[in-house]
Each structure stands twice: as structure tokens, then as C-alpha cells.
């Protein structure tokens, strides 16, 4: 499937951040987090649980 998405802001700083200090390509990043996504709501871990959300609206 191909994906094409805008991110500004604060997602953008960690999609860059997160692909800076791993070495991943952009891709591989937001492909890893779709599958910790999946794996929280698999296991019904709600976003704040995870920290992702929460860490998210903080920096807003």
C-alpha cells in the first residue's frame, strides 16, 4: 500500500527525531510505529498507556 501524508509540528520533529537517532529511513519509521499502534490495540493498551498520546498533547 502506498501512503502518502503531510506531518507539521510537533509530529514532524518525531518522525525526524525518531529517524535521526535510529538510523531508519522515514519509511521504516512510521512502519514501525504503525505496528507498536497495532500491537497497543491488539493487546487493548489505550494510546495514553503507551505514552505516545500523552507525550504528543503535552508538547502541543
Do not use: I
Not at 2 to 17: D, K, L, P
Not at 21 to 26: I, N
Amino acid at each position: 500500500m502506498r501512503v502518502n501524508a503531510r506531518f507539521e509540528g510537533v509530529a514532524e520533529q518525531q518522525v525526524t527525531y525518531l529517524a535521526t537517532t535510529t538510523g531508519l529511513k522515514v519509511s521504516d519509521v512510521l512502519r514501525d510505529s504503525v505496528d507498536f499502534y497495532s500491537l497497543a490495540a491488539k493487546y487493548q493498551l489505550q494510546p495514553a498507556q503507551t505514552g505516545a498520546k500523552a507525550d504528543a498533547k503535552a508538547k502541543r
